[in-house]
C-alpha cells in the first residue's frame, strides 16, 4: 500500500511539474511578444533622436532577461537550485552591476552606494548578479522619482547584507506583487516575498541566505538580502 502511495505521488508530481512546463513556456511566449514590439518601437525613436528611445529599449531588455531567468529558475524542481561557489567582492560585483547600461538607464536618479567593511564572500557570481539585477528592476519600477540608495555592510563576521532602498511607499497591489500581503504591520519586517521578489529570495535561500523587506510610511522601501560569507550546504539543499 506505501510502494503504491508512492507511485502515485511521484505520478502526480510529474504531471504537475510537465503542467509548470507548459504554463511556463506559454506564459513566456506571451510576455515576450510585447516585448517585442516595445523594441522595435524603442528603434524607431532612437531614430527619430528621442531621448526617451534608450530608456525604452534598456527597459524592454531588462524585463526579457529577467524573463529568461525567472522561466530558467522556476522550470527547476524543488532542490535543484546548486550554486557553484566561488570567492567573490560582493561590494565590486553590486557597483559593477549598477554601472551596468541596461540597469543604470532604468534608474531615474543616479543611485548612491555606499559599502562598508569586508564584501568578500562565496557565491555563485551569476546567480547572484541575476538576483542584484532582479532588484534594481523592481527599485526601479516603484520608486519613482525619489531615487535609490544601496549599500552593503560588510562589517558582520558571518554575514554580509545588502540593502536597496528607496523613499516611496508601495501600494496594495505591489505590496501584494513584492511581499505577498497587501498588509504590512508596522514595526514587523516581511518574512515572506510574493511573486515580484521569488526569484532572488530563492537564489538567496540556495546560498543559505535570506531576503526580507517592508514598505512602511515615513520609512519608505527596503530589499534587503543576507549572505553568509561562507558555505552552507543545509541550506543549499533545502532551497527550492
Excluded: W
Amino acid at each position: 500500500r506505501q510502494r503504491l502511495m508512492l507511485a502515485e505521488r511521484m505520478a502526480e508530481r510529474e504531471r504537475l511539474l510537465q503542467l509548470n512546463a507548459t504554463m511556463l513556456s506559454a506564459l513566456s511566449h506571451d510576455i515576450r511578444a510585447p516585448l517585442t514590439a516595445l523594441a522595435l518601437n524603442a528603434e524607431l525613436l532612437i531614430r527619430r533622436s528621442d531621448p526617451v528611445g534608450r530608456r525604452v529599449k534598456a527597459a524592454t531588455t531588462m524585463l526579457a532577461r529577467q524573463v529568461d531567468h525567472l522561466v530558467n529558475l522556476a522550470a527547476l524542481p524543488s532542490g535543484e537550485l546548486r550554486p557553484q561557489l566561488a570567492p567573490c567582492d560582493l561590494s565590486a560585483l553590486v557597483a559593477e552591476r549598477l554601472e551596468n547600461p541596461s540597469n543604470a538607464s532604468l534608474l531615474p536618479c543616479p543611485v548612491v552606494f555606499v559599502a562598508e567593511g569586508d564584501g568578500q564572500v562565496q557565491i555563485d557570481r551569476d546567480l547572484v548578479a541575476s538576483a542584484i539585477d532582479h532588484l534594481l528592476l523592481q527599485a526601479a519600477t516603484y520608486s519613482g522619482d525619489s531615487g535609490v540608495q544601496v549599500s552593503l555592510d560588510g562589517s558582520g563576521r558571518r554575514v554580509v547584507a545588502l540593502r536597496i532602498a528607496f523613499e516611496a511607499v508601495l501600494g496594495e497591489a505591489a505590496a501584494l506583487h513584492l511581499f505577498g500581503s497587501a498588509v504590512l504591520e508596522v514595526g514587523v519586517a516581511v518574512a515572506h516575498v510574493g511573486s515580484g521578489l521569488a526569484m532572488p529570495e530563492r537564489v538567496a535561500r540556495a546560498h543559505g541566505g535570506s531576503l526580507i523587506g517592508h514598505s512602511r510610511e515615513r520609512e519608505g522601501t527596503l530589499f534587503e538580502v543576507l549572505l553568509p560569507r561562507g558555505t552552507m550546504e543545509a541550506g543549499a539543499r533545502g532551497a527550492g
